[in-house]
């Protein structure tokens, strides 16, 4: 089975950065896409970023185009995703997600589309 372990979270203020990471194991991580999703109280969880196999193709959700950022390191096996800019309303749970990609895709937003899943790390941002 493949295993996400995320770093990263904690608290920021408003405008300020923060860099969360996703360590992959237990399938060769070339062979996965990569996202992540978010969850605030009281909110459905929603599609953040995803980047794909090669690292070539990357997707982001409208509010955060421009202020966050994908990338993947095949050699190391991990993928972040750096928060610049942020605001109040991007407090929520983050998570990892991967899974192989099909022939329909090569990244996706669709949680259903993901079989593996980090624990979720809390980003909190005050204003």
């Known amino acids: 089975q493949v295993q996400l372990v995320e770093s990263g979270g904690g608290v920021a203020q408003a405008g300020g950065s923060r860099r969360l990471s996703c360590a992959v194991s237990?399938?060769?991580?070339?062979?996965?896409?990569v996202a992540w999703f978010r969850q605030a109280t009281g909110k459905e969880r929603e599609f953040v970023a995803a980047i794909s196999r090669s690292g070539s193709s990357t997707a982001y959700e409208d509010s955060v185009k421009g202020r966050f950022s994908i990338a993947r390191n095949n050699a190391r096996n991990t993928v972040s995703l750096q928060m610049n800019s942020l605001q109040p309303e991007d407090t929520a749970v983050y998570y990892c997600a991967a899974d192989v990609a099909s022939a329909s895709y090569s990244t996706s937003r669709y949680e259903h589309n993901y079989a593996y899943w980090g624990q979720g790390t809390q980003v909190t941002v005050s204003s």
């Open positions: 237990g399938r060769t991580f070339s062979t996965l896409v």
